[in-house]
């Protein structure tokens, strides 16, 4: 049973820097697709930044391209949204998650079939 757990959220500034962190159990995260989502008040899920495998191809929102970097550490067990520049318009309960079906097996960004809890960021001044 895989288990994602975020971390790392909080209260910043606008052009601050943020790291979130999601650990992750009970699969191989090196094999499978891993993802993160936001969901801000009034506004559909946002898929901001997919990942297919380790150094596979990825996805980003045009909404945080340049500013998001999505990545995962095997070694520890942990996946990693780095933020820079931050807008109010981040602001939003960002969500980890991660496919481990054989069906989705090369996709980019699939139906993840496991979510975290999600943490909160909020961006203000």
């Known amino acids: 049973q895989a288990q994602l757990v975020e971390s790392g959220g909080g209260l910043v500034q606008p052009g601050d820097s943020l790291r979130l962190s999601c650990a992750v159990s009970?699969?191989?995260?090196?094999?499978?697709?891993i993802g993160w989502i936001r969901q801000a008040p009034g506004k559909e899920r946002e898929r901001v930044a997919c990942?297919?495998?380790?150094?596979?191809?990825?996805y980003y929102a045009d909404s945080v391209k340049g500013r998001f970097t999505i990545s995962r550490d095997v070694t520890k067990h942990t996946v990693f949204l780095q933020m820079n520049s931050v807008k109010p318009e981040d602001t939003a309960v960002y969500y980890c998650a991660a496919e481990t079906r054989p069906l989705w097996y090369g996709s980019t960004c699939p139906e993840y079939n496991y979510w975290g809890q999600g943490t909160q960021v909020t961006v203000s001044t």
């Open positions: 990942m297919s495998s380790s150094d596979g191809p990825t």
């Open positions: 009970g699969f191989a995260l090196d094999y499978y697709a």
